[in-house]
């Protein structure tokens, strides 16, 4: 692919060369995060591959990724059925550079039901995407990392990193640049991780920082939005020894929840 091109997810996504040990897609290195792929993206290729191979598997319902290692190369993608039940199918993926995994997954699917519990956990209240400023001032867009660019999103509320906040808090509208990347659920993981560790704001320099678990909990069957725009929320709750933990959470343009989650983060800084 050429580097210079402004490559969605859905063009990744759609063109990943078999191997003998599984599909290999190939990273721009304009989807890169320092020396390694954006971890939303890693987990949405995983996710891509699983849902390719075993087509029949219910709507996705959670996942716990992995981020093992920096994946410095195009990497082979596998999976395996852990578990077919009669209502949740459990299926362990991974994506290796040679023998050694650089992250894995566990995705689990499940059928809908009924049920006595519905409980709404509506977005807070915000301005329309027009009417936000741009997460990144021009004089910053060059110190962003790669794939950040890949994606529009505008600042709602908390701050942006390397404020010295009191608190760590980022609450923005965000979608894929590329319209044909905005579908599907992979389309959502992808994006699901695109805002900066909520821990970030409250520095004043810069350093290394790397998401290590991430838990992924779809709460909707229904993933359209208007315009492929998301609210996206990540709130710092805790930090200690070099480590932090954030909830993340993802509204539909409605103000509907669609995804709850959680990650741990190692800090260098």
Same mark, same amino acid.
């Given at each position: 692919m050429?580097?210079t091109?402004?490559?969605?997810?859905?063009?990744?996504?759609?063109?990943?060369?078999?191997?003998?040990?599984g599909?290999?897609?190939?990273?721009?290195?304009?989807w890169?995060?320092g020396?390694?792929?954006y971890?939303?993206?890693?987990a949405?290729?995983?996710?891509?591959?699983?849902?390719?191979i075993h087509?029949?598997v219910?709507?996705?319902?959670?996942?716990?990724?992995n981020?093992?290692?920096?994946v410095?190369?195009?990497?082979t993608?596998?999976?395996?059925?852990?578990?077919? &039940?009669?209502?949740?199918?459990? @299926?362990? $993926?991974?994506?290796?550079?040679g023998?050694? =995994?650089?992250?894995t997954a566990?995705? /689990?699917?499940?059928?809908?039901?009924?049920?006595?519990?519905?409980v709404?956990?509506?977005?807070?209240?915000?301005?329309?995407?027009?009417?936000c400023?741009?997460?990144?001032?021009?004089f910053?867009?060059a110190f962003?990392?790669?794939?950040?660019h890949?994606?529009?999103?505008?600042?709602?509320d908390?701050?942006r990193?390397?404020? &010295?906040?009191?608190?760590?808090y @980022?609450? $923005?509208?965000?979608?894929h640049n590329?319209? =044909?990347?905005?579908?599907g659920?992979? /389309?959502?993981?992808?994006?699901?991780?695109?805002?900066?560790p909520?821990a970030?704001?409250?520095?004043?320099?810069?350093?290394?920082?790397?998401s290590?678990t991430?838990?992924?909990?779809v709460l909707?069957?229904?993933?359209?939005t208007?315009?492929?725009?998301w609210?996206?929320?990540?709130?710092?709750?805790?930090?200690?020894?070099?480590?932090?933990?954030?909830v993340?959470?993802?509204w539909n343009?409605?103000?509907d929840l669609?995804?709850?989650?959680?990650q741990?983060?190692?800090?260098?800084?």
């Amino acid at each position: 692919m050429t580097q210079t091109e402004d490559i969605g997810f859905a063009q990744i996504a759609g063109i990943m060369a078999d191997t003998n040990h599984g599909r290999r897609p190939d990273i721009p290195e304009n989807w890169k995060q320092g020396h390694t792929c954006y971890g939303g993206l890693s987990a949405a290729l995983l996710l891509t591959d699983v849902r390719m191979i075993h087509v029949d598997v219910p709507p996705l319902r959670s996942a716990v990724i992995n981020f093992v290692g920096p994946v410095t190369d195009n990497p082979t993608l596998s999976s395996e059925v852990l578990r077919q &039940g009669r209502n949740v199918t459990s @299926i362990a $993926a991974r994506a290796n550079i040679g023998e050694q =995994a650089v992250c894995t997954a566990t995705f /689990s699917f499940g059928a809908a039901r009924e049920s006595e519990l519905s409980v709404a956990f509506p977005a807070p209240d915000a301005p329309t995407p027009n009417n936000c400023e741009d997460f990144t001032p021009d004089f910053a867009k060059a110190f962003v990392p790669a794939f950040f660019h890949r994606f529009e999103t505008k600042l709602i509320d908390g701050h942006r990193p390397m404020s &010295g906040a009191d608190e760590g808090y @980022i609450r $923005a509208w965000s979608r894929h640049n590329d319209p =044909a990347s905005r579908e599907g659920i992979e /389309s959502l993981l992808c994006i699901a991780d695109v805002l900066p560790p909520a821990a970030l704001p409250m520095f004043r320099k810069m350093g290394a920082v790397s998401s290590m678990t991430w838990m992924f909990n779809v709460l909707q069957d229904d993933l359209s939005t208007d315009d492929g725009w998301w609210q996206i929320e990540t709130r710092h709750t805790a930090g200690n020894s070099g480590y932090s933990s954030q909830v993340m959470r993802i509204w539909n343009s409605r103000g509907d929840l669609v995804v709850d989650g959680m990650q741990s983060v190692t800090l260098f800084v």
